[in-house]
Nanobody, 115 residues
């Protein structure tokens, strides 16, 4: 069974940092690009960052550039999202995904940034 399990969310003050983890199982980790998405209260889910399967090329939403860093550890089948200088607008449920909107999603981890 393909599974994605997120962890690392929590409550943090403005300007703080968090590192999210997405542990993958049930598929060949190296074959798939993995993305991080977030959904803020009352808003549509949006893409935050993605890392390419083969060469590790990365993508960031404009709101995440220069503050977030995505990385992967193939030995641990895990993708990380390091989030620095967090802002209140970063609050939301963060989920990782393979295969796009109709692919596989994790259960999500809540990130709350308080001012």
């Amino acid at each position: 069974e393909v599974q994605l399990v997120e962890s690392g969310g929590g409550l943090v003050q403005t300007g703080g940092s968090l590192r999210l983890s997405c542990a993958a199982s049930g598929f060949t980790f190296d074959d798939y690009s993995i993305g991080w998405f977030r959904q803020a209260p009352g808003k549509e889910r949006e893409a935050v960052s993605c890392i390419d399967a083969q060469i590790g090329r990365t993508f960031y939403a404009d709101s995440a550039k220069a503050r977030f860093a995505i990385s992967k550890d193939n030995a641990k089948n895990t993708v990380y999202l390091q989030m620095n200088n967090l802002k209140s607008e970063d609050t939301g449920v963060y989920s990782c995904n393979i295969g796009g909107p109709f692919g596989v999603w994790g259960q999500g981890t809540q990130v709350t940034v308080s001012s």
